[in-house]
């Protein structure tokens, strides 16, 4: 099973960037798919972005394609979201969720999320 942890969030003047990391600690496995997800009070946890095992397959909801990118480290056992052009509806609760064999699409797949980290991004 693994152990995830996200952070690099924090205050964003809109039109902003940030990224924010999602890593790995304890047992991991090589073949779990990782996916953001981010959650506002009052609604669903969606999803945002979605990479494979392999780092070669990258998944992104509409709203923010083009603005987001996910991207994997191996080597630090980490996935990255670099949130680009920043608006004021970005701002919510930003967990990373590993899923085995697939990128996981929604809540229901994923057994593992890390703890979340804060983005918020100011007018």
């Known amino acids: 099973q693994v152990q995830l942890v996200e952070s690099g969030g924090g205050l964003v003047q809109a039109g902003g960037s940030v990224r924010v990391s999602c890593a790995a600690s304890g047992r991991t496995f090589s073949t779990y798919g990782v996916s953001w997800f981010r959650q506002v009070p009052g609604k669903v946890r969606d999803f945002i972005a979605g990479?494979?095992?392999?780092?070669?397959?990258?998944y992104y909801a509409d709203s923010v394609k083009g603005r987001f990118t996910i991207s994997r480290d191996s080597a630090k056992n980490t996935v990255y979201l670099q949130m680009n052009g920043l608006k004021v509806e970005d701002t919510a609760g930003y967990y990373c969720g590993a899923s085995p064999l697939i990128v996981p699409m929604t809540p229901s797949q994923i057994p593992t999320w890390g703890q979340g980290t804060q983005v918020t991004v100011s007018s």
């Open positions: 990479i494979n095992w392999r780092g070669d397959s990258t």
